[in-house]
């Protein structure tokens, strides 16, 4: 099972709601993404968890919030955002970089498309 | 800050043509490059990936590139084009531990 899955793959939200993304994989990889990519744009790393542990925070406003309940699974809840914020929110993973492989392939998620009203 | 700049943003070339996409990374530690493509409607994936080695590496579906360390190059190249390679294609380049950077991307479109 070489697969990322990503829910919803689509939500659209309030500035005042709440709500979360998830991820799963179940390749036995320690290390998990998020990133974010507004269209006709890269993906821009926002966090990376290795060992379940955030090791990454690329200065990402605290109205978005990572968990990693377990090692297949990344969650990432959404409250008080911005319109601005509307993206498609893509999730990765990979071996852990410290497992001796030179940069492991990351494999990524179908995404999920994020519309803030 | 490193960089990966991809300046082709839209390449259109007809079924057979052969196709070179550019890649510049401006890292100037361990390189770690990539290729990803992103055909329409379908998530990211791998094409191909250079550590060390040999500098010319075959990806998946015939495609494959060149690591010119002289000129920061990590252009990619396919023979012959098929409809099916119409999609957006990305370089990417490790910068530092966990993260990786990706260029703008290309968009390629293939007229049959």
């Known amino acids: 099972d070489t697969e990322v899955t990503q829910t919803p793959k689509h939500l659209v939200m309030g500035m005042t709601n709440k709500k979360s993304l998830k991820c799963e994989q179940h390749?036995?990889?320690?290390?998990m993404y998020w990133y974010k990519q507004k269209a006709k744009k890269p993906p821009e790393l926002m966090f990376v968890?290795?060992?379940?542990?955030?090791?990454i925070n690329e200065s990402v406003p605290s109205r978005f919030s990572p968990e990693c309940p377990n090692s297949s699974l990344l969650n990432l809840h959404l409250h008080a955002l911005q319109p601005e914020d509307s993206a498609l929110y893509l999730c990765?993973?990979?071996?852990?970089?410290?497992?001796?492989?030179?940069?492991?392939?990351?494999?990524f998620g179908p995404g999920t498309r994020l519309l803030v009203l | 800050a490193q960089s990966v700049s991809q300046h082709n943003h839209h390449v259109i070339l007809s079924e057979a043509a052969s196709l070179e996409l550019g890649c510049n990374y401006s890292?100037?530690?361990?390189?770690?490059l990539f290729w990803y493509v992103q055909y329409p409607g379908q998530h990211l994936q791998l094409l191909l990936k250079?550590?060390?080695?040999?500098?010319l590496v075959k990806g998946i579906k015939g495609f494959e590139a060149e690591f010119i360390k002289s000129k920061f190059s990590f252009n990619l190249r396919k023979p012959s084009v098929q409809w099916s390679d119409t999609a957006e294609y990305f370089c990417?380049?490790?910068?530092?531990?966990?993260?990786?950077?990706f260029g703008t991307g290309t968009k390629l479109q293939v007229i049959p």
């Open positions: 968890y290795s060992y379940e542990k955030l090791s």
């Open positions: 250079y550590f060390s080695g040999d500098p």
């Open positions: 990417a380049e490790r910068g530092g531990y966990q993260k990786v950077t």
């Open positions: 890292y100037g530690g361990t390189v770690n």
């Open positions: 390749m036995g990889h320690r290390a």
């Open positions: 990765a993973s990979s071996q852990d970089w410290l497992a001796g492989a030179a940069t492991p392939s990351q494999y």
